[in-house]
C-alpha cells in the first residue's frame, strides 16, 4: 500500500472515531437527562382488590396526592374540572385518618394551614394556603378509624344515618334531619373560620365521601359563597324544593352499583347536583339511569379487579359484594386519577 493511501485511511478511521465520540456523548447526555434528574411520566394506578380487611379506610399505606405537582389543583375554575375532581376524591378519602396523619399528607400537597373541627360524630378538615382552601367533611365510620375502634363515633354515625326524617332547611324545602343536626354541631365553629379565609383571598372549595358528601352539600347549600363542591357516593340530601333553592353548582359522582347514592329511596328525596359517572370499566360518564336496578349477573363483577371462584374461596380477607365494594372512597380517586391519564394526549 502507498504511503499516501495509508495516510489517507489513517485519517479516515480518526474522523470515525471521533465521530463516534461525539455520538456516544451526544447519547449519554441524552440518557442522562432521561434519567434520575427529569421526572418521569405519570402512568395509570393499579385497582387494589378490596376485601372485609381492607374494606374502611383510612388507607395509610396510599400515596396521597402522587402527582399533584404535575397536575395542581386549578383553584380559580368554575366550570368541571377532572383534575380538581382527582385532588377532591384524595381529599375525601384522607378525612378518614387521624389528625397528625392528615395534617402531614395536606402539607406534603402544599396546604400547610390544616384546621380540624369535630363534635359529636362530625368530623371536618379545613386545609388551605394563601390562594385556596378546601373544606373535607368525613363520612360514616363503621370500623376502626385509629389504633382501636371509636364505639361513640360509630354510634354517632349511625343515629345520624338512619335519622332520615325531613326537617325544615332555611333557605326553603326539607332536608334529611339526621344530616342536618350533624352539620350544625359544627357550624358555630366552622362558618367564622371559613369566613376569615375568605376574607384573606381564598377559593373555597368543599369536598366529601359518603355522609361527608352530605354534609358538603349542606355546607356549600347555607355557605353559599363557594368555588366548587364535589361528592363522592353522596346520599340524597333533600326534597324537591331543597333542590331548587340549592344555588351552588356542584357535581357529584357516582361509581358503577355504589350503595349508598341510593339511598334515601327516591320521591321524597332528590339528588342535587351534576352527575358525573363511573362505569364499570373506571370511565367517566355524564350518563346513567338515575333509578336503575344493580345488575344481578350469576356471580359479582369486581369492575375491574374480576376474580375466579377459587380465587376469591382462598382470598383471606373475605369476599365483599361490589354494591358495598365500590363505595370505597380510594377506588373513587384510583378511577379519577386514571382518567386523567388516559385524557392525556
Not at 400515596?63 to 383534575?83: A, C, L, V
Not at 336496578?293 to 359479582?300: I, N
Not at 379519577?336 to 385524557?343: M, T
Amino acid at each position: 500500500m502507498k504511503r499516501t493511501d495509508l495516510k489517507r485511511n489513517r485519517n479516515l478511521l480518526a474522523c470515525m472515531v471521533f465521530s463516534a465520540g461525539v455520538v456516544a456523548g451526544s447519547i449519554g447526555i441524552s440518557m442522562a437527562g432521561d434519567t434520575p434528574g427529569r421526572a418521569s411520566l405519570p402512568a395509570k394506578k393499579e385497582i387494589p382488590e378490596i376485601t372485609l380487611e381492607n374494606l374502611s379506610p383510612p388507607f395509610k399505606d396510599y400515596d396521597y396526592f402522587q402527582g399533584g405537582e404535575r397536575f395542581p389543583f386549578r383553584f380559580n375554575i368554575t366550570s368541571f374540572d377532572g383534575i380538581n375532581a382527582w385532588w377532591l376524591a384524595e381529599a375525601s378519602t384522607l378525612a378518614y385518618a387521624d389528625e397528625d396523619f392528615v395534617r402531614s399528607r395536606f402539607r406534603e400537597a402544599g396546604l400547610p394551614e390544616v384546621t380540624f373541627f369535630e363534635k359529636e360524630g362530625t368530623e371536618c378538615y379545613v386545609a388551605n394556603n394563601d390562594r385556596f382552601a378546601i373544606v373535607a367533611f368525613r363520612g360514616s365510620e363503621l370500623s376502626r378509624k385509629k389504633e382501636k375502634a371509636d364505639l361513640n363515633v360509630v354510634v354517632a354515625d349511625l343515629r345520624t344515618d338512619m335519622d332520615f326524617r325531613l326537617t325544615d332547611w332555611e333557605q326553603g324545602g326539607k332536608v334529611h334531619r339526621g344530616f342536618k343536626e350533624a352539620l350544625d354541631e359544627v357550624w358555630p365553629d366552622l362558618l367564622p373560620h371559613v369566613r376569615k379565609i375568605q376574607e384573606k383571598g381564598c377559593k373555597i372549595w368543599v369536598t366529601g365521601h359518603s355522609l361527608g358528601g352530605a354534609l358538603a352539600t349542606l355546607f356549600a347549600g347555607r355557605y353559599g359563597n363557594v368555588q366548587g363542591v364535589y361528592t363522592f357516593g353522596s346520599p340524597r340530601v333533600g326534597n324537591e324544593v331543597f333542590k331548587e333553592h340549592f344555588e351552588v353548582g356542584m357535581y357529584r359522582f357516582v361509581n358503577n352499583r355504589d350503595i349508598v347514592p341510593r339511598l334515601p329511596p327516591p320521591g321524597a328525596y332528590v339528588h342535587v347536583g351534576t352527575l358525573k359517572f363511573i362505569d364499570r370499566d373506571g370511565i367517566l360518564k355524564d350518563t346513567m339511569i338515575e333509578n336503575e336496578r344493580p345488575d344481578h349477573s350469576s356471580r359479582d363483577e369486581t369492575d375491574g379487579q374480576e376474580q375466579s371462584s377459587q380465587t376469591k374461596r382462598k382470598s383471606s380477607g373475605g369476599f365483599v359484594p361490589a354494591a358495598f365494594r365500590n363505595h370505597v372512597p380510594l377506588l373513587y380517586a384510583i378511577h379519577l386519577w386514571n382518567n386523567i391519564i388516559e385524557s392525556r394526549p
